[in-house]
DNA sequence: ACGCAACTTGCATGTCGTGCAATCATGTAA
DNA sequence: TTACATGATTGCACGACATGCAAGTTGCGT
């Protein structure tokens, strides 16, 4: 049992969010140690003391349970930019909505560079995080689509917009793990969103 | 397209060529059919007319044999751009890059339309094809960096420039077929490499 | 015709992922 | 406290996936 239930006792709620916890521990532990692939479901589940069935209760397969649980921009936020003041830029509000989100990282607390270190050694994972991400890029552009004007241009130009910011994101936490996790990944991402700013500037 | 060998019109290596296309258009044709995950290997292999295990002798998997297979762009064209004209705009010759590479999708012919729909219809497919052709996402950001210098700041701008270049062909791809495939895909992949244009212009 | 090399195939094996039903535990109501 | 209801855990069965290996089969060159 790699993960530990200071309190198994009060709640069910609890009880699962440890069992979580503990089969991401261990998927990341053994990981890390042998490599993802030769590491199998049944180890995984035996290392944080449940049945192998019950792994799959969690999730859908090992390389889920390796991803980062983040994001989310709030769905309220979203449809607040999408009608947002016409007065205020763009994208600098898409970059305040993603920073933003980005101080949620927290979740993943002290794992994070582990988990970041993983994700270097599978690729894979980094496409599967980013596909992950990714499911509100089609939401985020047609917010964009909606504050911006849904012609067939702006319609390119949303989808442009939504896919940089998944880039920023990207390039964002990356350099962030590669400066060795120094001050927020706020600032990181905030840095390579900057870098796109020239391209979506408002037109009159 | 540098100098290949599209000569052994007949032997051996043309039957693997036939049986390869067939796996893919068997795997095409059910997929569109009945839903991907629904087709398994052994029914696509029947239908191809081989063994199920020579379906693994070809493909990975399933997902592998419904992916366009689209050419990376070529090293030495790489190597060219990171040596490149001091002169001329990065971003540009970027451009020109992977434009080019658009006009290789030829290969897959008169099915593309089909490849494509089977990809809106299961969207992890769209992000496995992004992983292959974003492996060489690392390689472009090293061309990048070693035209651009490659202090720390630099290093940023590169991985956003190759992240973007991501985002300008995926984006491109798919309002070509957003559009009906009206024209060269080329020209949807420029436009869109365009609107990103006014973020990487260089500076004195 | 012969032999080599490459391609195909069947078989065995291990893992993955899911549906189902029995069991066990926990929180709640009597 | 006891009984019950809800829901989590688990074993079992099953089919699909993916790969290694060794035996066949086919075509190519000499």
New binding site residues.
């Given amino acids: 049992m790699i993960g530990n239930t200071p309190k198994p006792e009060?709640?069910?709620e609890r009880?699962?969010r440890a069992?979580r916890r503990a089969l991401r521990a261990a998927t990341l532990e053994l990981g890390l140690e042998r490599g993802l692939p030769e590491v199998?479901?049944?180890e995984i589940a035996a290392a944080a003391g449940?049945?192998t069935?019950?792994f799959?209760?969690y999730f859908?397969?090992?390389e889920d349970a390796a991803l980062l649980e983040m994001l989310a921009v709030p769905a309220a936020d979203l449809a607040a930019f999408a009608a947002g003041g016409t007065g205020r830029n763009a994208w600098a509000d898409l970059t305040r909505l993603f920073a933003e989100d980005m101080d949620r990282i927290g979740q993943d607390g002290p794992d994070l560079p582990r988990y970041m270190a993983l994700h270097e050694r599978h690729p894979e994972l980094q496409w599967r995080q980013l596909a992950r991400f990714a499911r509100f890029e089609a939401e985020v552009a047609s917010a964009i689509a909606a504050r911006l004007g849904d012609d067939p241009v702006g319609q390119v130009r949303a989808d442009v917009m939504a896919g940089s910011c998944i880039t920023a994101v990207r390039v964002g936490l990356r350099h962030w793990g590669l400066t060795g996790w120094e001050g927020p990944a706020r600032a990181h991402v905030e840095a390579a969103f900057a870098m796109l700013a020239p391209a979506f500037r408002e037109r009159a």
Same sequence: chains 1, 2.
Avoid: D, I, L, Y
């Fill in positions: 009060h709640g069910r009880r699962k069992t199998s479901v049944e449940v049945s069935r019950t799959f209760n859908a397969s090992k």
